[in-house]
Protein backbone atom coordinates (compact mmCIF):
# COMPACT_ATOMS: atom_id res chain seq x y z
CA UNK A 1 0.00 0.00 0.00
CA UNK A 2 3.08 2.18 0.52
CA UNK A 3 4.48 1.89 -2.67
CA UNK A 4 3.11 4.44 -4.95
CA UNK A 5 4.06 7.25 -1.99
CA UNK A 6 7.39 5.84 -0.53
CA UNK A 7 10.30 5.27 -2.26
CA UNK A 8 12.40 3.97 -0.08
CA UNK A 9 14.00 4.01 3.22
CA UNK A 10 17.97 4.13 4.09
CA UNK A 11 20.16 3.82 7.01
CA UNK A 12 22.86 5.30 7.83
CA UNK A 13 25.57 5.00 10.68
CA UNK A 14 29.59 5.92 11.07
CA UNK A 15 31.68 7.32 13.81
CA UNK A 16 34.38 8.71 10.90
CA UNK A 17 33.87 12.91 10.08
CA UNK A 18 31.60 13.61 7.47
CA UNK A 19 32.05 16.37 4.63
CA UNK A 20 29.86 15.84 1.72
CA UNK A 21 28.62 17.65 -1.56
CA UNK A 22 24.53 16.90 -1.52
CA UNK A 23 22.38 18.05 -4.69
CA UNK A 24 18.52 18.57 -5.37
CA UNK A 25 17.27 15.24 -4.84
CA UNK A 26 13.63 16.10 -6.05
CA UNK A 27 12.14 13.82 -3.33
CA UNK A 28 11.05 15.26 0.24
CA UNK A 29 12.35 13.38 3.26
CA UNK A 30 11.49 12.65 7.02
CA UNK A 31 15.03 12.05 8.89
CA UNK A 32 15.13 10.56 12.32
CA UNK A 33 18.47 10.67 14.13
CA UNK A 34 19.49 8.30 17.07
CA UNK A 35 22.53 10.07 18.11
CA UNK A 36 24.35 13.29 16.99
CA UNK A 37 22.01 14.68 13.51
CA UNK A 38 23.88 16.13 10.54
CA UNK A 39 24.89 20.11 10.39
CA UNK A 40 23.99 21.71 7.49
CA UNK A 41 26.50 24.91 6.89
CA UNK A 42 24.42 26.40 3.94
CA UNK A 43 21.60 26.46 6.14
CA UNK A 44 23.60 27.42 9.24
CA UNK A 45 21.54 24.75 10.74
CA UNK A 46 22.20 21.21 13.00
CA UNK A 47 18.66 19.05 12.15
CA UNK A 48 17.02 18.26 14.76
CA UNK A 49 16.08 14.27 15.88
CA UNK A 50 13.54 14.86 13.82
CA UNK A 51 13.86 16.80 10.48
CA UNK A 52 11.67 17.24 7.83
CA UNK A 53 13.62 17.83 4.72
CA UNK A 54 11.76 19.36 1.60
CA UNK A 55 12.59 20.86 -2.08
CA UNK A 56 15.87 22.66 -2.47
CA UNK A 57 16.97 24.52 -5.82
CA UNK A 58 20.75 24.37 -4.35
CA UNK A 59 23.74 22.08 -3.61
CA UNK A 60 24.96 22.14 0.14
CA UNK A 61 27.08 19.55 2.79
CA UNK A 62 26.32 17.52 4.92
CA UNK A 63 28.49 17.59 7.77
CA UNK A 64 29.31 15.19 11.03
CA UNK A 65 31.53 14.97 13.82
CA UNK A 66 30.97 11.29 14.22
CA UNK A 67 28.58 9.21 16.38
CA UNK A 68 26.18 9.35 13.28
CA UNK A 69 22.76 6.77 13.33
CA UNK A 70 20.03 7.86 11.41
CA UNK A 71 16.99 6.56 9.64
CA UNK A 72 15.38 8.16 6.74
CA UNK A 73 11.84 8.42 4.80
CA UNK A 74 12.17 9.04 1.03
CA UNK A 75 9.08 9.97 -0.28
CA UNK A 76 7.64 10.07 -3.98
CA UNK A 77 7.94 13.48 -4.88
CA UNK A 78 4.41 14.88 -4.51
CA UNK A 79 3.32 11.97 -1.62
CA UNK A 80 4.64 13.45 1.51
CA UNK A 81 1.76 16.30 2.51
CA UNK A 82 -0.70 12.62 2.75
CA UNK A 83 0.97 11.59 6.24
CA UNK A 84 1.72 15.64 7.43
CA UNK A 85 -1.24 17.27 6.82
CA UNK A 86 0.57 20.58 5.53
CA UNK A 87 1.35 21.73 2.20
CA UNK A 88 5.09 20.40 1.35
CA UNK A 89 5.43 24.31 -0.31
CA UNK A 90 6.06 24.97 3.64
CA UNK A 91 9.50 22.93 3.63
CA UNK A 92 10.99 24.51 0.59
CA UNK A 93 14.23 25.44 0.66
CA UNK A 94 14.95 25.05 4.39
CA UNK A 95 15.32 22.44 7.27
CA UNK A 96 13.01 21.94 9.72
CA UNK A 97 12.24 20.70 13.03
CA UNK A 98 9.09 17.95 13.17
CA UNK A 99 8.57 19.04 16.36
CA UNK A 100 7.36 22.24 14.90
CA UNK A 101 4.73 20.57 13.69
CA UNK A 102 3.47 20.09 16.56
CA UNK A 103 2.19 16.27 15.84
CA UNK A 104 1.43 14.28 19.14
CA UNK A 105 1.76 11.02 17.22
CA UNK A 106 5.11 11.64 15.23
CA UNK A 107 6.64 12.59 18.21
CA UNK A 108 5.48 9.81 19.86
CA UNK A 109 6.52 7.62 16.95
CA UNK A 110 10.54 9.72 17.02
CA UNK A 111 10.89 8.50 20.47
CA UNK A 112 10.22 4.57 19.47
CA UNK A 113 12.51 4.93 17.34
CA UNK A 114 14.76 6.15 19.72
CA UNK A 115 14.04 2.81 21.31
CA UNK A 116 14.50 0.61 19.05
CA UNK A 117 16.97 -2.01 19.13
CA UNK A 118 17.34 -2.51 15.25
CA UNK A 119 16.84 -0.83 11.95
CA UNK A 120 14.57 -3.54 11.04
CA UNK A 121 12.26 -2.95 14.17
CA UNK A 122 12.65 1.31 13.75
CA UNK A 123 11.26 0.73 9.92
CA UNK A 124 8.62 -1.15 10.87
CA UNK A 125 7.44 1.33 13.31
CA UNK A 126 7.17 4.32 10.94
CA UNK A 127 5.37 1.79 8.36
CA UNK A 128 2.60 0.86 10.40
CA UNK A 129 2.68 4.91 11.55
CA UNK A 130 2.70 5.46 8.05
CA UNK A 131 -0.22 2.93 7.54
CA UNK A 132 -2.55 4.41 9.61
CA UNK A 133 -2.00 7.69 8.18
CA UNK A 134 -2.96 6.64 5.03
CA UNK A 135 -6.15 5.30 6.18
CA UNK A 136 -6.81 8.39 7.96
CA UNK A 137 -6.56 10.53 4.85
CA UNK A 138 -8.82 12.20 2.91
CA UNK A 139 -10.33 11.06 -0.52
CA UNK A 140 -9.73 14.76 -2.04
CA UNK A 141 -6.04 14.51 -0.89
CA UNK A 142 -5.77 10.79 -2.18
CA UNK A 143 -7.24 12.41 -5.49
CA UNK A 144 -4.82 15.26 -5.58
CA UNK A 145 -1.79 13.30 -5.26
CA UNK A 146 -3.04 10.93 -8.00
CA UNK A 147 -3.55 13.67 -10.27
CA UNK A 148 -0.35 15.31 -9.26
CA UNK A 149 0.96 11.69 -9.94
CA UNK A 150 0.60 11.62 -13.43
CA UNK A 151 1.99 15.24 -14.01
CA UNK A 152 5.17 14.24 -12.10
CA UNK A 153 5.85 10.94 -13.97
CA UNK A 154 5.13 13.10 -17.12
CA UNK A 155 8.12 15.24 -15.92
CA UNK A 156 10.22 12.48 -15.32
CA UNK A 157 9.96 10.82 -18.65
CA UNK A 158 9.71 14.35 -20.25
CA UNK A 159 11.17 17.31 -18.37
CA UNK A 160 10.32 20.05 -21.50
CA UNK A 161 6.56 19.22 -21.16
CA UNK A 162 4.87 22.55 -21.18
CA UNK A 163 3.07 23.49 -17.87
CA UNK A 164 0.06 23.47 -19.59
CA UNK A 165 0.51 19.63 -21.34
CA UNK A 166 1.07 18.96 -17.75
CA UNK A 167 -2.07 20.68 -16.65
CA UNK A 168 -3.79 18.61 -18.77
CA UNK A 169 -2.19 15.60 -17.95
CA UNK A 170 -3.75 16.02 -14.78
CA UNK A 171 -6.74 17.40 -15.98
CA UNK A 172 -6.69 20.99 -14.40
CA UNK A 173 -6.63 24.27 -15.33
CA UNK A 174 -3.31 25.27 -15.48
CA UNK A 175 -3.36 27.83 -12.66
CA UNK A 176 -5.26 24.97 -10.68
CA UNK A 177 -2.63 22.95 -11.73
CA UNK A 178 0.31 25.19 -10.64
CA UNK A 179 -1.40 25.61 -7.44
CA UNK A 180 -1.48 21.84 -6.57
CA UNK A 181 1.56 20.98 -7.86
CA UNK A 182 3.30 23.49 -5.64
CA UNK A 183 1.31 22.46 -2.57
CA UNK A 184 2.17 18.57 -2.84
CA UNK A 185 5.52 18.84 -4.66
CA UNK A 186 6.80 21.91 -2.86
CA UNK A 187 8.17 24.11 -5.46
CA UNK A 188 6.63 25.21 -9.00
CA UNK A 189 6.27 22.64 -11.87
CA UNK A 190 9.08 24.33 -13.97
CA UNK A 191 12.03 24.56 -11.30
CA UNK A 192 11.18 20.62 -10.72
CA UNK A 193 11.85 20.36 -14.39
CA UNK A 194 14.85 21.88 -14.06
CA UNK A 195 15.72 19.05 -10.72
CA UNK A 196 14.92 16.34 -13.00
CA UNK A 197 17.11 17.64 -15.98
CA UNK A 198 19.84 17.94 -13.78
CA UNK A 199 19.20 14.36 -11.85
CA UNK A 200 18.75 12.84 -15.13
CA UNK A 201 22.06 14.08 -16.20
CA UNK A 202 23.82 12.37 -12.89
CA UNK A 203 22.22 9.35 -13.53
CA UNK A 204 23.29 9.48 -17.50
CA UNK A 205 27.10 10.89 -16.33
CA UNK A 206 27.47 8.14 -13.44
CA UNK A 207 28.96 5.06 -15.09
CA UNK A 208 31.71 7.58 -17.16
CA UNK A 209 34.98 8.86 -16.38
CA UNK A 210 35.70 12.58 -17.20
CA UNK A 211 37.93 11.41 -20.96
CA UNK A 212 34.92 9.37 -22.07
CA UNK A 213 31.57 11.37 -21.43
CA UNK A 214 29.93 13.20 -24.20
CA UNK A 215 28.55 16.52 -22.96
CA UNK A 216 26.58 17.16 -25.93
CA UNK A 217 25.07 13.96 -25.75
CA UNK A 218 24.52 14.13 -22.09
CA UNK A 219 23.04 17.37 -22.64
CA UNK A 220 20.51 16.32 -25.44
CA UNK A 221 18.97 13.19 -23.49
CA UNK A 222 18.54 14.68 -20.18
CA UNK A 223 16.10 17.44 -22.01
CA UNK A 224 18.48 20.45 -22.46
CA UNK A 225 18.11 22.96 -25.45
CA UNK A 226 21.64 22.78 -25.92
CA UNK A 227 25.49 21.81 -24.00
CA UNK A 228 25.40 25.56 -23.32
CA UNK A 229 22.33 25.02 -21.34
CA UNK A 230 23.19 22.19 -19.40
CA UNK A 231 26.58 23.62 -18.40
CA UNK A 232 24.65 26.04 -16.88
CA UNK A 233 22.26 24.59 -15.04
CA UNK A 234 24.28 22.43 -13.54
CA UNK A 235 27.05 24.49 -12.06
CA UNK A 236 23.62 26.16 -10.60
CA UNK A 237 22.27 22.91 -8.95
CA UNK A 238 26.08 21.64 -8.13
CA UNK A 239 28.57 24.32 -7.78
CA UNK A 240 30.62 22.85 -10.50
CA UNK A 241 31.14 22.14 -14.10
CA UNK A 242 30.42 18.72 -14.91
CA UNK A 243 33.77 18.09 -16.21
CA UNK A 244 35.22 19.45 -12.90
CA UNK A 245 32.99 17.62 -10.82
CA UNK A 246 33.45 14.07 -12.49
CA UNK A 247 37.08 14.91 -11.93
CA UNK A 248 36.37 15.27 -8.11
CA UNK A 249 33.30 13.22 -7.43
CA UNK A 250 31.60 9.72 -8.15
CA UNK A 251 28.26 10.76 -9.67
CA UNK A 252 24.93 8.97 -8.52
CA UNK A 253 21.02 10.28 -9.00
CA UNK A 254 18.69 9.28 -6.20
CA UNK A 255 15.93 10.23 -8.13
CA UNK A 256 16.72 7.86 -10.92
CA UNK A 257 18.44 5.03 -8.90
CA UNK A 258 16.80 1.99 -8.66
CA UNK A 259 16.12 1.32 -5.05
CA UNK A 260 15.65 -2.26 -3.58
Not at 130 to 137: E, M, Q, S, T, V
Amino acid sequence: MLQPFVRFYWTFRSNMRLNTLSFPLGCTQIIFHRKKPLYIPEFCVTQDWLTISGQVNFSSHLCSEGDLDMIVVVFHPHAMSAFLNVPTSLFYNIETSGYNLDDRSLNELTERIFDSKSDEIAINLIENWLLARLAGCKTETLRKIDRIDASVRQILGFPQTTVGDLASVACLGKKQFEREFSSLVGINPKEYARIVRFQRALSLMQNHSCQSVNLAQIAYASGYSDQSHFCREFKHFSGCTPATLLKDTALHSDLFANPV
